[in-house]
């Protein structure tokens, strides 16, 4: 797993939290910069998921294949998904989704990152 991607998605998630969290607390719905956050941030986590899979392609293995493969979908999917459901609670709440989601992926990042080191893969 490449270390620059991964941290670059956990500090990117993390940032968009706290804007989005600063939208919330203003009481006000997600806005394009919440959506274009999302899409660079998607766009990170699939050069990552792509970096995983062509290791992956390349000999490595991680120990449980399919947690890694859960996590890696999972993964990829949450930024779309946020983007959705934003979009479709034009609320408060929807800045509340962005934050949520964007708090869920740096976990789910940091437990790729271990299900690829676990030793006997």
């Given amino acids: 797993m490449n270390d620059f ?12 939290a706290v804007w989005s969290l600063v939208t919330t607390m203003r009481n006000r719905p ?4 919440h959506l274009a956050g999302l ?7 699939l050069a990552l998921a792509a970096t995983a899979v062509a290791a992956w392609i ?3 293995q991680p120990a449980e294949v399919g947690t890694f493969a859960g996590y890696l979908v ?12 934003a979009r479709m ?7 509340v989704i962005v934050t949520v989601v964007c708090l869920v992926i740096p976990v789910v990042v940091l ?10 893969g």
């Fill in 58 to 60: 390349g000999g490595e």
């Fill in 111 to 120: 437990r790729l990152q271990q299900t690829w080191q676990l030793p006997g």
């Fill in 30 to 33: 997600p806005d394009v910069s």
């Fill in 74 to 85: 999972t993964l990829v999917c949450l930024p779309p998904l946020a983007g959705v459901l």
């Fill in 89 to 95: 609670e034009p609320t408060r709440w929807g800045s």
């Fill in 39 to 45: 899409a660079v941030l998607d766009l990170v986590l």
């Fill in 5 to 16: 991607l991964v941290a670059s998605s956990i500090v990117l998630s993390l940032v968009l």
